[in-house]
């Protein structure tokens, strides 16, 4: 009986804190038939004269678009690291890509790539690599980006070997000496990659962090909404891509 | 109409992720009066020969106390870094630092102590220091520990300056030159200092970190759930302090 | 008699790289009765005009004092970490500190403050830790600033744990989130905390970095010069006091 | 007059701090006739049970090979980062690593690779990056290892983008979970790459740190002998090629 009610309380205090925006965004995500990817193709051009404006303004930003590899996001890799729900967003990272070339933004890709030893993976997932085989091994199929994904000239690649793509990398070094002093976030997954990074680059003390929410994933819905709730928290910004790309 | 499906369907999710555990830890903790606190008088008291056996076992484990200032945890100090919830597990995190010592667990104050200027703070948090005072600023007393927590000979205090207790300190080296292979943390709050410093730790290869799930808190029962669940989708262990004890 | 020649092509290797400065400098301090402070209560001081328009220069600049505590310098503390040639230059890091202060430069104090058990020292120096007591322990004497130093509101402590100033600290953290791009560096010693701290911070990429030739010092003057080469060699800058401050 | 007494002082001072090893380093390295490459043709094969023996022993060290890069070391490079000195040491370094494989030593090949645009560069030498091209541009020649050194099955290839091995990379991660506890260095050049790893190894607590001295070069060879010293000084040991594979 009382079990009942730990529930309902908990179920009260989750409504409590879905504000609207959320339920928006879960309507359209899990019930309008699957598609989440913006219709772009009828927005009006800008001018010549709010593009120069613009620029000022994202010529300090950088675009992170991480772990976007087959072993993370394409379920034919049969990869043990394949993140549920990575698949659906690839559409709409690649948008966000598309839309971050536009504005001039710097696009940052950051991947994994093992050593075929597996020496410089966490231990915990040390035991995934053998005879040169293993997720993100570097050379392998499964450390090349999701279909679609192409790094173009400008572009940097960015390898990381933990969560963070701040962690034991050139990161932060690269940003901040390009003049960089926003980001914006896409990829994969939200409570482990995305949330690192996200963190650190708050503890790094970026201006502003957005985390595009729905070219983002986690393997469940209530995972990716809880560590979107706890960024907003710490001032992180999470639009919606047709609301970013506004 | 649609609205209510997607929140019936969010609110499944969430009832087949809460596992029997979870749903114990909430009834225990919000309906049965306030007290969190594990009776532990009538434990016996282990064998001296146990306990030689067991040392061995505890000399390669710390236990990091996390942010337990009067700043984050007593509601007196009016402090805007007060934590929700923070006061409640006051007894129970003293409680587990008596286990640990009984154990004879590396027991390591982790607090923040910042420059009176707030030169050391995270910039968005840079408006509360002015006039040489703001949360948790050396010397004062907001970044005295709560009441009931001392630091004993022996016992290691490590100052920090951002969310994660690796982040910019020399933690990791004092821990590694000193045989330390497994954490235990305990303290405040769990989504921002408590996840980052364990993420960090698994990022460091650290074999095996333990969350005492009724020694750590968040402003809300749904935050400390959710990241309980993630850090334990990452390897992490999450017992009760009761359980930890056995 | 081949080991004469060896020993005569060194010498003539030597003596083609010193410059004219280092000799000058060399014959200043060594050969002229111990007083290598520039002679300053002459200098005309400069109009307000003139200190205006240099505020916006220096306001970029931070000076880091480097271990100036008395285990380091003192030699009444028959500490094992003094350094041979330390205290003679007291009186001219104080004269540079001055200089900062007048010209309204960020003063950050960097000193070693160890954990009573050694815990945060390096291992190879661990065996001089015991009893509560060793080189530079958080509240000993020997961890006090030198006599005649002195830290003053606005000016900035920082705690290492290691040669480097930068290593395991929020040191880079607080001089770029204020605003510093280049650095000054005075203290102790040459070969191992200014260097290290000093290469650092070109891999740190600050625009500018100046270390005071005759307000830093190690063992012996060889040492000293050498390390002085090498640092002129990737960019550093190393003026005397009385260069510096024109 | 008084400058030839202050250059004679100066030289005194070298002389008592050369000793033997020094001396005989210089004569066979620099009045031998270019030659510096021990012979080792001659050398008793060890039994194999001496060989098992010492494999535990060896298991636990690994040997850094830094920087023998077609443009630090081949001058048909042209490139502006040569070290003079580099060349020649080429054949000792490819006979260190030959030893190190006989003993099973973990060989770590540590390379710059630098991002076409030099935007992972320092800044002061982002001037050398244009047109996709600059010193050690991945995937192009110069970033090439240097003749006659080729990279083996199990041997681990780690970018760094700064001087030092461990500044931003995985490299402690990658050899504290492979229980390395010493290390062997070679490759050029002594006071930057190779000083500035060493220091960075000893403050991260590395038991044993050894340069070999003829399997290191700099761009003169004094400049050379006064970072071994300064290396010397803080406990590293500086053996000959020669008296390593002993």
């Given at each position: 009986m009382t079990s009942h009610l730990a529930l309902m309380s908990c179920l009260l205090v989750l409504l409590l804190s879905l504000d609207k925006f959320l339920l928006h965004y879960l309507k359209k995500r899990w019930?309008?038939?699957?598609?989440?990817?913006?219709?772009?193709?009828?927005a009006p051009s800008k001018s010549r004269r709010s593009m120069a404006a613009a620029s000022a303004k994202w010529s300090e930003t950088a675009m992170l678009v991480i772990d976007m590899q087959k072993d993370f996001v394409?379920?034919?890799?049969?990869?043990?690291?394949?993140?549920?729900?990575?698949?659906?967003v690839v559409p709409t990272v690649a948008e966000a890509v598309a839309v971050a070339r536009e504005r001039g933004i710097f696009v940052v890709w950051v991947v994994r790539e093992h050593d075929p030893s597996g020496a410089d993976v966490e231990v915990f997932r040390?035991?995934?690599?053998s005879g040169g085989k293993g997720?993100?091994?570097?050379?392998?199929?499964?450390?090349?980006?999701?279909?679609?994904l192409v790094i173009k000239q400008g572009e940097y690649k960015l390898v990381k070997t933990?969560?963070?793509?701040?962690?034991?990398?050139p990161l932060d070094s690269v940003l901040k000496t390009s003049g960089i002093k926003n980001l914006v976030i896409v990829g994969v997954q939200t409570p482990n990659c995305i949330r690192q990074t996200v963190f650190d680059a708050v503890a790094l003390d970026y201006e502003k962090v957005t985390v595009i929410i729905d070219a983002t994933a986690a393997a469940r819905p209530e995972i990716h909404l809880s560590n979107i709730r706890d960024m907003k928290n710490i001032g992180v910004e999470t639009p919606t891509l047709e609301e970013w790309r506004r």
């Open positions: 019930l309008s038939g699957g598609s989440i990817i913006p219709r772009i193709s009828s394409d379920p034919a890799m049969r990869s043990p690291m394949l993140v549920d729900g990575g698949q659906v040390r035991h995934f690599y997720p993100t091994v570097k050379g392998l199929k499964g450390a090349e980006l999701a279909d679609g933990r969560f963070s793509a701040f962690f034991a990398t």
